[in-house]
């Protein structure tokens, strides 16, 4: 049995960010101009007019103050309401692709290693450019990696229950090495013309290098025990994919084609079962509260992450102790808590805990428990 070790992460950031005020600008121009061309039909109740979104209800039920997009005048064009890109060729490195390289290179960079040094391609995320061939054989082309690749997708949890697959090959000796690529591309799949959602998502892609601890080149995180579960729900959910075309309705621009939710029910029934899952998580491998020195949570809700912080830790955390990024990316999907950890975790000590922890749709969440090193 060998021991995995976190040993370098990247985080790929797009250049363009929208601000809430932009964001409310463009949405509210958009509902005024939709409830201009159905006067009538909203008149006769027939249509719901739309209302109008605030920067206040986006800080106080989310936290989010910002986020980065790989396009924002489509998104911000009152007439569009989405992002545009151009379709690449098949010659071309496809978009999450040249994303996961960018982060991969800098997770490669942080470790002090080379792609030779990688066995597998893990590309986790909650939403694939195409069904084949894999993006993640593609991420392994583009570095020249030897070994195998693969997609997965687990939702907002894509992340951990790649870091789990990665560490278990590694213990068992099948891999000495992996790297677990999160690109996501949110803003291709938000619904922007929806008030109830337009504010929580936002673009990046991240990679974390799991390595054996014994080949670590520098300080690394060993990874000291992992945990998955899930629990079926349609409180987050997204009907796209490939029997579209089949259906008689099956048009691209349903509203259930892109993301849905039922918020209120999702922040209910996730918060006891992610609660729970890192308690008893914990509780298994002997770690108490006061052992851990930092939670790197799921980034989804600030409201959210304080509630499990305190339950997690018995108390209040102290400034640091949770770092958030959500008011700066937004959720980025399962990217959030590499975010978190990638930006807050040098500063961590020989010997300090700290745990990973992702959750979302699926319902999924998964944990991941690390010690400092060197
Ligand atoms: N401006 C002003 N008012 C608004 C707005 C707005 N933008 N939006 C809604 N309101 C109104 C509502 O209409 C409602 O009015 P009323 O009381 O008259 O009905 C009122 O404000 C309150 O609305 P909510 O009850 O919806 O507000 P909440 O306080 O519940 O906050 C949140 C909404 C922020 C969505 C919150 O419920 C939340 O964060 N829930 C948890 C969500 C979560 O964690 N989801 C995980 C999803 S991520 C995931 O799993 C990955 C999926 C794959 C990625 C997809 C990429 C696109």
């Known amino acids: 049995m060998y021991t995995p070790a976190i040993t370098g992460t990247g985080v790929c950031t797009p250049e363009n960010t929208i601000s809430n005020a932009e964001l409310v600008k463009s949405f509210n121009a958009y509902a005024d101009k939709f409830n201009l061309q159905n006067a009538d039909q909203i008149e006769a109740g027939d249509v719901t007019a739309q209302a109008h979104s605030s920067e206040e209800f986006i800080v106080k039920a989310s936290g989010i103050h910002s986020r980065y997009v790989i396009d924002k005048d489509g998104i911000l064009d009152p007439d569009v309401m989405h992002p545009l890109m151009r379709q690449r060729e098949d010659d071309e490195p496809s978009l999450m692709a040249e994303m996961a390289l960018d982060a991969a290179l800098k997770a490669l960079k942080a470790a002090g290693k080379t792609p030779a040094d990688v066995d597998a391609v893990i590309c986790a995320a909650s939403n694939l450019e195409r069904a084949y061939p894999a993006v993640a054989i593609e991420i392994q082309e583009l570095l020249g990696i030897k070994g195998f690749a693969f997609d997965m997708n687990v939702a907002c949890s894509s992340a951990t229950f790649g ?70 729900s349609n409180n987050i959910r997204n009907n796209n994919g490939f029997l579209r075309r089949s259906r008689p309705d099956g048009t691209a621009d349903r509203r259930d084609m892109q993301f849905m939710q039922n918020g209120r029910k999702v922040f209910k029934e996730v918060l006891p079962m992610v609660s729970a899952h890192i308690g008893s998580h914990m509780d ?46 937004a959720n980025t999907s399962s990217a959030g808590s590499i975010i978190a950890f990638s930006k807050y975790s040098n500063d961590l000590d020989d010997g300090d805990y700290g745990l990973i922890c992702s959750f979302g749709a699926g319902y999924s969440v998964g944990s991941v428990i690390v010690q400092r090193r060197g």
């Open 284 to 329: 298994d491998e002997g770690i108490q509260a006061t052992d851990l020195k930092r939670l790197w949570l799921h980034q989804a809700n600030k409201s959210m992450n304080d509630f499990i912080g305190k339950k997690v830790l018995g108390r209040t955390p102290e400034d640091g102790e949770q770092p958030n990024i959500l008011q700066d990316y």
């Open 163 to 232: 870091l789990q697959l990665a560490a278990d090959m590694i213990k068992s000796g099948s891999i000495s090495s992996a790297l677990v690529v999160n690109p996501e591309i949110c803003s291709a799949h938000l619904e922007w013309r929806d008030r109830d959602c337009h504010f929580i998502f936002g673009d990046v892609a991240t990679a974390t290098l799991v390595e054996r601890s014994e080949d670590a080149s520098g300080p690394y995180f060993e990874i000291k025990s992992t945990r998955c579960a899930t629990d079926f």
